[in-house]
Nanobody, 122 residues
Framework: QVQLVESGGGLVQSGGSLRLSCTAS????????MSWYRQAPGKERDLVAT????????NYADSVKGRGTISRDNAKNTVYLQMNSLKPEDTAVYYC???????????????WGQGTQVTVSS
């Protein structure tokens, strides 16, 4: 059974920090690129950060560059998102996503977590 379980969300004051975790099971984690997305109330789900399967390349949305760090530990099947200098506009449900493209069929495989709420108070 495929599972992605996020944790680490909560209520934090503006300027504070949080580390989100997403632990995977039921699939070969090390073969998947991992991403964090977020969705604020009434808004679309937006990409926050991505890390390649081996962890060598990361990308960030402009809104979190310099404040967010994505990392992964393939031995623990876990991806992390460290967020510093949090702002009220970072308030959202944060989701992790696992994705890979099959080399032979070009088919995409993806899995989503259930999300964790991050609320930043001003």
């Amino acid at each position: 059974q495929v599972q992605l379980v996020e944790s680490g969300g909560g209520l934090v004051q503006s300027g504070g920090s949080l580390r989100l975790s997403c632990t995977a099971s039921g699939f070969l984690f090390s073969s998947y690129a991992m991403s964090w997305y977020r969705q604020a109330p009434g808004k679309e789900r937006d990409l926050v950060a991505t890390i390649t399967s081996a962890g060598g390349i990361t990308n960030y949305a402009d809104s979190v560059k310099g404040r967010g760090t994505i990392s992964r530990d393939n031995a623990k099947n876990t991806v992390y998102l460290q967020m510093n200098s949090l702002k009220p506009e970072d308030t959202a449900v944060y989701y992790c996503r696992a994705a890979r493209r099959d080399i032979g069929s070009y088919r995409w495989y993806e899995h989503w977590g259930q999300g964790t709420q991050v609320t930043v108070s001003s």
